[in-house]
């Protein structure tokens, strides 16, 4: 058996201090150095191998993860080109839906029958004059509602009495009070015979008015066609001076058949005579 101090002395060191603890000497410290270059040498041919093995080494077997890819890939630059195909337009018509109600022609036969006549439109014929014999030129009244009327529809009546009117007159006043009653007489002898009170002046001796027209046709209750010269010129147009207390007789066509100034009942005998 080897004792503690022998065992160290093989192990280098060569002495211990009064604790135990091993103290180096010269002979310890050289082996020491020893061991330490040879480990150096020993660690410095591991490195020289490892790096040789690492130059050989084939670099497309090592891990991906080992040697990053920094290697930025292209933009796509190409710009992709437009469709410049245009569509063929669809001519097609179609065809139109003819499947309609079919129309209603059972209209109302046409009239056919022959219009009458309008003998006014005839009627008066010249020559015109306003003696006795004479035919009258047609004229244009106008009723109290403004609607014009002229002489020649009377053209057809059998008979015509006409009586001139001015607002202003006594004579006229009074023989507007017995116009009814002898309108009257007038219609007895001949049912178609016409009358036309013509008013030619209002109360002032101014043109009347329709206002004037419908206040004397009230006034006096006057039952037949009242009328009123708008124009100022029927005394004229008859031949007369004087636009009141004129009474005519006209027969069919507008005949002058009596011109008599204030002696009403003088032409109102006329007229029933030409009714007989």
Known sequence: MYSY?????????????????????????????RISRLMRTVLAACLITL?????????STAPDTLV?????????????????????????????DTSGP????????????????DTASACPTPPFGTALGDTLADYTLYACD???????????????FINAFAGWCPPCRTHAEEAP?????????????????????????????????DAIREAYQLPMTVLVDRDGAFPAHLGVSSPNSWYLVLSPGLRLEAKIKYAKNDALGVALDLAE
């Open 102 to 117: 079919e129309p209603d022609t059972s209209g109302p036969e046409p009239d056919t029958s022959a219009p009458e006549p």
């Open 181 to 213: 009653a002898d309108h009257a007489a007038l219609l007895a002898a001949a049912p178609d015979a016409r009358w036309l009170f013509v008013i030619t002046e209002d109360q002032s001796g101014q043109r009347p008015t329709l206002a004037y027209c």
């Open 146 to 160: 403004g609607t014009p009327t002229p002489l020649s529809r009377a053209c057809d009546a059998p008979v015509t």
């Open 5 to 33: 101090r022998e065992i160290e002395r093989k192990r280098g060191i060569d002495e211990v201090d009064e604790i135990g603890n091993p103290i180096r000497t010269a002979g310890s410290r050289r082996r020491a150095v």
């Open 51 to 59: 790096i040789a093995s690492c130059d050989d080494a084939d670099p």
């Open 68 to 96: 990053p890819d920094t290697s930025v890939p292209e933009p796509d630059t190409s710009v992709p080109e437009p469709d410049t195909s245009v569509p063929e337009p669809d001519t097609s018509v179609p065809e139109p």
